[in-house]
C-alpha cells in the first residue's frame, strides 16, 4: 500500500478516529497524522499511548497545512469544528468527516468550507459499544462498508484519494446520496439503537425483577440489545436529533407492525407469528451470505466468555 | 465426571437435544442415550451422524428402561408428547423438559406424569439461531444458565441427579419458580426476539430501501437484530403463545417508553435522550462483569467474519 496523503489531520480522538489512526499506520497511507481532541484529558491519553504522531493543543494547530482533515467528532459538534478550523484549511486540502448522519452534517459544515477547499462527506459502518481514544484498533474497517456522500460537482480527485484511504484501511466503499444514506442507516443502525435503548430501559425500570436478575440470566435476545445499548451517548443523541424525519418514520411502522403482532399473541394467531417469523430468517442467511456476519454457531465468541 | 444415569431418552432431535448428547458424551453423564424425533428424515439424519446411542421409530420405544426423559420438543407439543409417552414410564424415572416457558409446560406436561415417576421442569439459557439435529455442540452449555422449576414437594434426589447432570454439561444451575421464570424470560428474551422480528420485518417491508441494501449495510444494529430474528420459528411462535400474558406486559411497558423517546426525539430533548442512554450503559458494564458475554472490540467475531 503506498502513501495516500503527506498530512493527516484527525479532530476529535475516539474510537473511530484512534481505530483511522492504527489503520492508517499498518497500511503507510499517511505521512504525519496530527490529532486534536476538546478535552485535555484525552489530548494527554493520547499522547500516552503514541495516538498520533502529534497532538496539538488546538483544531487550529491541527489542521495547519493538513491535505486530509477527517472529522471525528459527534454530530452536533460538526458545525462548530468547521467554523473553528474554517480560516486555517490549506487550498486544495480535502475535509471529510465520519458522521452517521449525512444531510445535516453537509448543511452545518458545507457553508465553513472556504473556495478552494474540497469536502467529501463520509461514513464508515464500523463501531463497537465502547468510545475514546483507547478504544481503537487497526481492524476496525476491516471488510466493513464506507459509503462516500459527495456534494454535487465534488472534484473527483478528492473523491478518488478519499476512497483509496478507506480502501487502505481494509473498507469496501460505496457512494450514496445523503437523503439515501439517512433514510438507509435509519432502518439499518438509528431506529434498531432506539429500540435496544428501550428494551434495556424496560428491564431496568421492572421492580419485580432485579436487575441482578436481569444480568444473571441474560440470554441470547436481550444479551445483544445491551450490547448495541452501550454504545456512546453523545453520539446517539445527535444521531436522533439530527435524522429526526428518518428514524420517525421507521420507528412508526415499527410499532404500527409491533401492534399487528401484539395482537397475534393475545388473539393466539399462531399462523401469522409463524409466517412473519419464517420470513424475517430469509433475511438473516443473506447477511452471512454477504460476509457481514459470521455464521459460527455460538456467535463467534464462545471462547472469549468462558 | 461420573455417569448420573444408565439410560437417558431424548425426545426431539434438534439444537438443544442434539448439544446434550454430545455434551453428556463429552463427560460420560449417561450410559446408553435414545433419541427420537417425529419426522422420520430427522431420525435418519440422527442415525447418519451418529447422534445417540439408539435412534427410535417411536417416543414409547425410546422411553422404554429411561432413567431420564428429556422432551426437547417445542413447548406447545409437550402435553402431547408426555400424554404419549405416559403409560411407558419406568417406575421412578425422571421426565424433564428444555421448554422456554415453564407455567405452561407444566400445566400441559404433568397431568401426564403417572405416580411414582418424577417431573422436574427445567430449561437452559443457551442456543444459537440454528435448528436440527446437525447444528448441536458438545459446547453449547458451557458457562450457561440452566434454571430447574421444580414442582412444590419435588423429589430432592430427582431434582439433585438432573442438578448434577446439566453441571456436568457444563451448566451453571439455579431454582426458580414458574412464574418468575416466565417474567424473567419475558424481560430477557421474549420481549426482545418479538421486537428483533418485528425490526427486520420493517426493513424488509420498505419500499424505498432494498433487501440487498439493508444486507448489505447492516451496521451493528440491526445485524444482531437480524442474528436473533433467525431463530426457530415454530418454537418462538409457541413461546408468544404460551406465555402470552408476561410477553404482553412488558411489550405494553415497551411500547409506553419507546413512545416517549420518540417524542423526546420529535420535540428535540436531547438531555432526556442523553439521560436515558447513560442509565442502559451500565446494564451492558454488569452483563461483561456477570461473565455472559465477552467484553473483546469486534464482539469476539472478527476473524469469522473476514
Known amino acids: 500500500m503506498s502513501q495516500v496523503y503527506d498530512r493527516v489531520a484527525l479532530i476529535g480522538l475516539g474510537l473511530i478516529a484512534s481505530s483511522m489512526f492504527w489503520a492508517m499506520k499498518r497500511a503507510g497511507l499517511a505521512g504525519e497524522v496530527t490529532g486534536y481532541a476538546r478535552s485535555a484529558e484525552t489530548r494527554e491519553t493520547a499522547r500516552q499511548i503514541g495516538l498520533c ?40 486540502a480535502t475535509v471529510t468527516d465520519v458522521g452517521s448522519v449525512k444531510r445535516h452534517v453537509i448543511q452545518s459544515v458545507a457553508p465553513h468550507i472556504p473556495e478552494g477547499v474540497h469536502f467529501v462527506p463520509a461514513h464508515p459502518l464500523a463501531g463497537t459499544e465502547h468510545s475514546g481514544p483507547e478504544s481503537g484498533f487497526a481492524e476496525l474497517y476491516d471488510n466493513r462498508w464506507c459509503l462516500l456522500v459527495p456534494a454535487e460537482g465534488s472534484d473527483r480527485d ?21 437523503d439515501h444514506h439517512d433514510l438507509v442507516l435509519a432502518v439499518t443502525s438509528h431506529a434498531p439503537h432506539l429500540i435496544a435503548y428501550t428494551m434495556v430501559g424496560v428491564a431496568d425500570d421492572l421492580s419485580r425483577v432485579t436487575d441482578s436478575e436481569v444480568i444473571k440470566y441474560s440470554a441470547a435476545g436481550f444479551r445483544d ?50 409466517d412473519y417469523f419464517t420470513r424475517t430468517r430469509a433475511i438473516r442467511r443473506g447477511i452471512i451470505e454477504a460476509g457481514q456476519d459470521t455464521d459460527a454457531p455460538d456467535f463467534g465468541r464462545g471462547k472469549a466468555a468462558q
Chains 1, 2 share one sequence.
Open 53 to 92: 504522531d502529534r497532538v496539538c493543543d488546538s483544531a487550529v494547530e491541527a489542521v495547519e497545512g493538513a491535505d486530509l482533515i477527517v472529522l471525528c467528532v459527534p454530530v452536533g459538534a460538526m458545525g462548530a469544528v468547521a467554523q473553528e478550523i474554517s480560516a486555517a484549511l490549506k487550498p486544495g
Open 158 to 178: 478528492a473523491v478518488e484519494n478519499l476512497r483509496a484511504l478507506w480502501e487502505g484501511m481494509g473498507a469496501n466503499v460505496e457512494e450514496m446520496d445523503a
Open 225 to 274: 440489545f445491551t450490547r448495541i445499548a452501550a454504545s456512546d451517548p453523545t453520539m446517539w443523541r445527535d444521531v436522533f436529533l439530527t435524522n429526526k424525519d428518518a428514524t420517525l418514520e421507521i420507528l412508526g411502522r415499527f410499532t404500527e407492525e409491533l401492534f399487528a403482532l401484539q395482537r397475534a399473541i393475545r388473539t393466539g394467531d399462531g399462523e401469522q407469528l409463524f
